[in-house]
């Protein structure tokens, strides 16, 4: 079974792309970190973020997994004892965990850094799985003969679905028993394995760029890039028996894929997984599932420095294909960069604060700017610049915070209309050219601007100001 699939930087440069789960849980274990990731909060996060970001895709239930099998039938008894192996993210050395014990629906993944052979930025794949048998039996050789098969075939097929899990096929155990006498036994065993542990680890050399949440640096390779790339290589593309099953006719040109997810999305399966025989084809494009744009998909072999991928339909198909369960995550409400069910006040200062970032684009350019912003407040909220507490009118409500807020670092809530700052007479032009919109659809009864305190004070009438929008 492989243990790892390379994952390499593309020479060249250029700008910057912007861009737990009903079933699996990808848990980290940084125990044989050496501190390039504990000592670094930000790198932690994303990759957390990637692992999060998969474990919600993935549904597959998997079984929890227990050290041993054993099964007594009066004269005979049978035993088996499992075992995994993976190798140390950071010294490269193979370590063996036993006894084996995990939770149901997780997969523990090994994590940590070493230097790597550029222009390689990391490797990742599950870890091998052993597995030690033997039965045991006394009395009357009728007894033996009787009762040693049925324990043996007992604890295999307990063995079998412990160690499955129910996930894809991942590598296969086979061997001949041999008792204490040195003697080969009348039984064997072969059968599948699922995934239960995985290992990661990043180049200690490269450049990166660390933080998930902004923009890839150019010139520097995105960390939660590669560890998502490297966490599906745990998953099995390019690692597991499931996927090997699937590829044919590797050639020098590209190689075939029989499933039929991937035929569906692309009309062929031709020419599509790469010549290295684990990953999907170099440089091949497919659609963002968090960007909803045309990307180079996060299987192919390579990225480009400066960029950032996430896993796209093409990726999640050759997943589906290998036989893990899929639920694409709820889009959710357009708009709603805070993911708390509604769209208001912060989500607008939000998108302020990330113009220029495509996370939050909302009109499919490529970018977020000004006309994401005319996106979210004219037509998602359906309301007009200078509505402060958006109740879909442009009102003395809406002068009286702005009184009450002028002078002060504020949000739109608090009145400030073109990006999150100081309340000023930018607002309050802002709020006079809007001045009596109302988008209820009834008739705004528009009445004299009044001078309280707060307003007075700003020695300005509403007529005649220039309108700046940022």
């Known amino acids: 079974m492989k243990v790892s699939g390379g994952f390499v930087a593309a020479a060249v440069a250029s700008g910057v792309i912007a861009c737990p789960a009903a079933g699996l849980t990808i848990e980290i274990d940084y125990t044989f970190d050496s501190g390039f990731l504990t000592s670094n909060s930000v790198a932690q996060a994303a990759l957390e973020q990637a692992a999060a970001d998969l474990s919600e895709l993935v549904t597959t239930s998997l079984g929890a997994v227990q050290d041993t099998n054993f099964f007594d039938a009066g004269a005979g008894e049978a035993t088996f004892d499992f075992s995994y192996s993976y190798t140390n993210p950071s010294t490269g050395s193979i370590q063996t965990l036993n006894p084996v014990s995990l939770p149901e629906d997780v997969v523990r993944v090994f994590v940590g850094a070493q230097l790597l052979p550029s222009p390689t930025l990391g490797r990742g794949g599950p870890g091998g799985t052993g597995i030690s048998a033997g039965f045991g039996y006394g009395g009357f050789i009728s007894d033996i003969q009787a009762d040693t098969p049925v324990a043996w075939q007992t604890a295999k097929a307990a063995a079998e679905a412990n160690i499955r899990r129910g996930g894809p096929v991942y590598g296969n155990l086979s061997a001949t028993l041999v008792d204490d006498n040195g003697i080969v036994g009348p039984f064997s065993y072969d059968f599948d394995t699922g995934v239960g542990i995985g290992n990661v680890w990043f180049d200690t050399d490269s450049s990166w760029h660390f933080d998930h949440t902004t923009p890839v640096t150019p010139g520097k390779s995105d960390f939660y890039s590669v560890a998502l790339h490297e966490l599906i290589h745990v998953l099995g593309v390019g690692t597991a028996d499931a996927w090997d099953d699937l590829v044919t006719n590797l050639s020098g040109a590209g190689g075939e894929w029989t499933g039929p997810e991937v035929s569906a999305l692309v009309g062929s399966g031709t020419t599509v997984v790469d010549d290295d025989g684990v990953h999907i084809l170099e440089g091949f494009q497919s659609v963002s599932i968090d960007t909803g744009l045309p990307q180079e998909v996060v299987m192919d072999p390579t990225i480009t420095v400066g960029t950032r991928k996430t896993i796209t339909e093409l990726d999640i198909a050759f997943l589906a294909d290998m036989g893990w369960d899929i639920a694409l995550p709820n889009p959710g409400l357009a708009g709603d960069f805070d993911d708390d069910g509604d769209v208001d006040a912060d989500d607008i200062d939000l998108l302020f604060a990330n113009l220029g970032n495509a996370d939050f684009d909302l009109t499919d350019d490529g970018n977020a700017d000004s006309a994401d912003l005319d996106e979210l407040i004219l037509n998602i909220l359906g309301t007009a610049y200078a509505d402060a507490n958006l109740d879909m009118k442009v009102?003395?409500?809406?002068?009286?915070?702005?009184?009450?807020?002028?002078?002060?670092?504020?949000?739109?809530?608090?009145?400030?209309?073109?990006?999150?700052?100081?309340?000023?007479?930018?607002?309050?032009?802002?709020?006079?050219?809007?001045?009596?919109?109302?988008?209820?659809?009834?008739?705004?009864?528009?009445?004299?601007?009044?001078e309280p305190a707060g307003v007075a004070l700003l020695g300005l009438g509403l007529a005649g100001l220039a309108v700046r929008r940022r």
């Open 395 to 450: 009102d003395t409500s809406d002068l009286a915070i702005l009184a009450a807020n002028f002078g002060t670092i504020a949000g739109w809530g608090t009145a400030n209309f073109n990006g999150p700052g100081i309340v000023n007479t930018s607002d309050l032009a802002i709020l006079a050219a809007n001045f009596g919109f109302d988008g209820t659809g009834s008739a705004l009864a528009l009445a004299a601007v009044p």
